[in-house]
């Protein structure tokens, strides 16, 4: 079974910056079936990318999605402060694992 | 627009059963795979039980095997976990998850807003 590495575990930054987020999986994620969510507090999580980098419908182009193999980026452009929440991602090729999750937060 | 409603969430006993249902609309319901993800407070998502658009095959995660029970009637356009053998580690929140085919490889495009499971003598 796939396991998904995320970093950092927290991710501290102000609105309008860059965000980076990794994702890192222990063996090839086949045909790059990975997808990543944004989650909020309360709230169920949502489908941000899939297919490492096709952004579903209604998300902003400020997210992007990139990689392939066993590396895969989530990138937010520029922080809006409805961005601030956790990140996951998640292999469905073979499985159905989460990664443990990034969190942005404001600095 | 799809959307996804649960019920029968709820407390119950260390060793006791709960059902839950998850009830679609906006889709053509048996062309969608289905899955329940819970959520451990301050954790993340694990994947619990999926189903075919059919109904035909299912599966489990190794956590909840030989305890719990994915169906559906399409014809409802509704999903059921039957959760027997309740473990005080079972307490979460349990999603319900609508797949983007009828079977894998699928991701989670839409999602409840969670139906809470405590379990606790």
């Known amino acids: 079974e796939i396991v998904l590495t995320q970093s950092p575990g927290t991710l501290s930054l102000s609105p309008g910056e860059r965000a980076t987020l990794s994702c890192r999986a222990s063996q090839s994620v086949r045909n790059s079936y990975l997808a990543w969510y944004q989650q909020k507090p309360g709230q169920a999580p949502r489908l941000l990318i899939y297919g490492a980098s096709t952004r579903a419908t209604g998300i902003p182009d400020r997210f992007s999605g990139a990689g392939s193999g066993t590396d895969f980026i989530l990138t937010i452009s520029r922080l809006e402060p409805e961005d601030f929440a956790v990140y996951y991602c998640q292999s469905y090729a073979d499985s159905r694992t989460f990664g443990p999750g990034t969190k942005v937060e404001i600095k | 627009e799809v959307q996804v409603l649960e019920s029968g969430g709820g407390l119950a006993q260390p060793g006791g059963s709960l059902r839950l249902s998850c009830v679609a609309s906006?889709?053509?319901?048996?062309?969608?795979?289905m899955s329940w993800v819970r959520q451990a407070p301050g954790k993340g998502p694990e994947w619990v039980s999926a189903?075919?658009?059919?109904?035909?095959?299912?599966f489990s995660a190794d956590s909840v095997k030989g305890r719990f029970t994915i169906f559906r009637d399409n014809s409802k356009k509704t999903l059921y976990l039957q959760m027997n053998s309740l473990r005080a580690e079972d307490t979460a929140v349990y999603y319900c998850a609508k797949g983007s085919a009828a079977s894998r490889p699928y991701f989670f495009d839409s999602w409840g807003q969670g139906a809470l499971v405590t379990v606790s003598s």
């Open positions: 906006g889709l053509e319901f048996s062309s969608y795979a």
């Open positions: 189903i075919t658009g059919d109904g035909g095959d299912t």
